[in-house]
Every structure is written in C-alpha cells, then in structure tokens.
C-alpha cells in the first residue's frame, strides 16, 4: 500500500457517550499506522482542548496501547465538546491541529461527533486553507445509526450481552423476593438495545417506544398494558417479573399527561423540562395507583440500567469488529481518503461519505428504528407475558382477569379490552 503523504500524523479523538470497543478502535489505529512509520496522537477529551486551541494528549505507540483493545472505557476519555457553534472554535480547532502537523484525523463517536469532524475537515480546506484529512469511526450502544445490512453499532453487542446478564439477576431476584422490577434502559430513540437485553434474558415484558408508531404514547396505555401483564401473571401463581422499558418511551410520552403530573420539573415558562422527569419514579407512581384500584397487591422495585453498560469490557464480537474499523480506518486514509464513515459490509470495509449519511441542516444521521413488522421483533413479542389480539375471543380469559381484580368482567372488558383489540381506548 503506497503512503499519499510523506509526512503523515494522525490525531485521534473520542467523543459523545463511551461504548465498548473504544479502546479497541484506538488500538487498531496506533498499531496499523506504526506499520507505515506514522506517528499517531491521542488527543484528550474529544474537541474540548482543541476548541481553545490546544492539542492535549500524547504520542500513542504499539507499546502503550498493547493490551488496551481487551478494556473498556477510552483511554483518552470523551467529551461533548461541540466545535459547529461557532467560527472561532473551528479556527481554533484546525489552528491547533495544523501546529501539531496533524494532517489526518479519525474520529470515534456517534452522529455529533462524526458532524463535528466533517464541519471542522471542511472548514479547515476552505477558509484556512489546510487540508485535513478525516475518517468516522461510528459508535453508539443504542444501535440506531443507519448501517447498511442491519448492521450494529459497535458497543451494542457487549451492551446487551451484559444487559441479559444483569436483567437474569434481576429475574432471579424477583422470584427469590417475589416482586416486580420496572427496568428503564438506555435508547433515547430506538428501542433496540431494550428489545436485545429483553429478548435475551427472556424478561416478561418489554416496551419500546417503536410500538406507538409515531403516535404520542399516553402514560395510562403504558400502566395498563403491564397492568394486565402483571395479572396474566398472577393467573399463574406468579407475583413476579420483570418489564423492560426504553427510554425512548419518555421521549414520545405525551406531554399532557406530564402537565397534569405535580412532580414534575418546569422552567421559567412553565415548560416541562424533560431531562428532569423520573420516569420510573412516575411510572410507579401511577402503577400502584391502578393497582390499588384493582384491589391488586404487588411490590414494585424500579432499576435503571444504563451506564454500567458503556464501559463495560468488550466481549470478543466487538474487539474482532472494532480491531477491524480501526485498521479500515487508517487504510483509508493512507490511500488518499477522506470526509467518510467507515462501515463493514458483506466481510469489506466500505466508508461511505459524510455527505450521504449526516443531514447537513440537522447535523444528523436518520435514526434506525426497530421494525416490528420483523420476524425478530415478532418473535420476542410472542414470548411476553402481555394481553395480545389473539385473546380478543377469549372469555374464559377475562373471565379469570377480571376475578383477580374487585371488577366485573364487562367491566373489566370495558377498561382493559382495548390492548386486545375490543373496543376503543378509553382515554
């Protein structure tokens, strides 16, 4: 493979969220750049220091990243820093890069990041003039970047993996303890990572916000689906399980359901500020209450599993797929490319160009939701404890709901019959 540039530096950096197999990526980078004689800089804290003008970091050898790709975390941390705000911030930027003789630079993140790096790459060429070269190394544990093939992100199998560990603790502990866990998992948008860890463990429900599509998800539609998740439970001696919940759930949660909530967090305008709102707390809440109302008794724990899953270990599927990233990373920048995501596609490595893949207005990539018309989706659906359009015909069924409960079947028909396809929503 021939060299484009006979003095070649690589600046590498992390950004946004930690996902496992970070270290992985900067691994593979140092050692397959010091195969050419190329000297690779970890800079610190993402854009952070590079917005003030400095490189911060160190000179990254096959000696000092030797063992790193078995770690989690990132040795050269990760920050939010967002260097797009402003002009001075990108002079700053490719100024301090430029100094440093940094002539290409692999970012490792998610649609931030790779937006930041494509920003500062272009600006550097056509204001200031210094052509730097820039590759994407794309991460997020959500999974809900568009690759092609249905690809993962890198991070999201070892995120599951130990999700489907912790959530079959919790399972067992709910059935020592005789209770319910409501277990909020990370997924701002999509609903993959919560459908991974649920399916794997065989958790007794899981919701994702996918389900609504597209429509404002009322907070009693989510109490009355494990409402009756709950009771369909208890017809089989069960006072226990487990319900996994996406984030991304909170995110279309209708806001005149919060409005009406006294718990919850306002701004000077009396608008809801949505990072405030503890949605598990207010899910309880409101589950308890309906169960109350039912004469239905059973003990509710809450758990948030989240970021004990970013810089988990990485299992061997995400050292294997980062390892390669950061070697096709580097390849191409060394055969004269630039302004690309690297992807994996068909066992090759296949960059595709910033342009195609990040909205310039919005600075995003399209987000990848779960298709529940798929057989994957449709087959974890079939295995939760749930009310289903099939039970629509089955009376015995209500019948035997609806004695768990201090309500009369037509009652109970009337109330809960929607999730099966009887009637309509009653709110």
């Known amino acids: 493979m021939a060299v484009q540039m006979e003095r070649e530096r690589i600046g590498i950096l992390v950004g946004g969220g930690p996902a496992p197999g970070i270290n992985a ?60 705000h402003s002009e001075s911030a990108m002079q700053n930027c490719v100024r301090a890069l430029s100094e440093a003789g940094i002539t290409s630079l692999v970012s490792i993140g998610g649609d931030d990041t790779a937006y930041s790096a494509s920003r500062v790459a272009h600006f550097a060429q056509e204001s200031m003039g210094f052509r730097l070269r820039s590759v994407h190394v794309p991460k997020t544990i959500d999974n809900d970047l568009p690759l092609p093939e249905d690809l993962p992100t890198f991070g999201f199998e070892t995120a599951r993996d130990l999700g489907a560990q912790l959530v079959m603790n919790l399972k067992r502990d709910a059935q020592t303890s005789q209770q319910w866990f409501l277990v909020l998992t990370m997924g701002r948008k999509a609903g993959h990572l919560a459908l991974g860890i649920g399916n794997s463990s065989a958790a007794t429900i899981t919701l994702i916000p996918e389900e609504w599509g597209g429509r404002e998800i009322r907070l009693q539609e989510v109490v009355d689906i494990l409402t009756v998740s709950i009771l369909l439970r208890l017809l089989d001696c069960k006072s226990y399980g487990v319900a996994l919940l996406a984030e991304g759930i909170l995110e279309n949660l209708s806001h005149e359901d919060l409005k009406a909530l006294d718990n919850v967090q306002r701004d000077e305008h009396g608008h809801i500020r949505l990072a405030e709102v503890n949605f598990l707390d207010i899910l309880k809440e409101e589950l308890e209450s309906n169960l109350r109302q039912l004469s239905v008794s059973v003990r509710l724990v809450k758990h948030v599993l989240g970021y004990e899953l970013r810089c988990a270990t ?63 989706y449709q087959s974890a659906y079939k295995f939760m404890t749930r009310l289903k359009p099939d039970a629509a015909g089955d009376e015995k069924l209500f019948e035997r709901l609806a004695a768990l409960t201090c309500l009369e079947v037509e009652r109970f028909i009337a109330r809960y019959g929607y999730l099966a396809g009887i009637g309509t929503r009653p709110y």
């Not at 800079?43 to 911060?56: E, P, Q, T």
């Not at 797929?321 to 920048?333: D, N, P």
């Open 25 to 84: 990526v900067i691994h593979a980078v140092t050692n397959q750049a010091a195969q050419y004689g190329i000297e690779v800089i970890g800079i610190y804290d993402g854009f952070r220091h590079l917005m003030d003008g400095k490189v911060v970091g160190e000179t990254l050898t096959p000696q000092s990243v030797a063992y790193i790709h078995h770690q989690g975390g990132s040795i050269l941390r990760t920050a939010r820093a967002n260097p797009t």
């Open 314 to 376: 990485p299992n061997s599927y995400d050292i294997e797929y980062t390892r390669i990233l950061g070697e096709a990373a580097v390849s191409f920048l060394l055969t004269g490319g630039t302004n690309a995501i690297i992807t994996l596609q068909h066992s090759q490595a296949v960059p595709i160009p910033y342009d195609e893949m990040i909205n310039p207005d919005t600075g995003r990539t399209e987000v990848r939701m779960v298709d529940i018309d798929s057989y994957r």
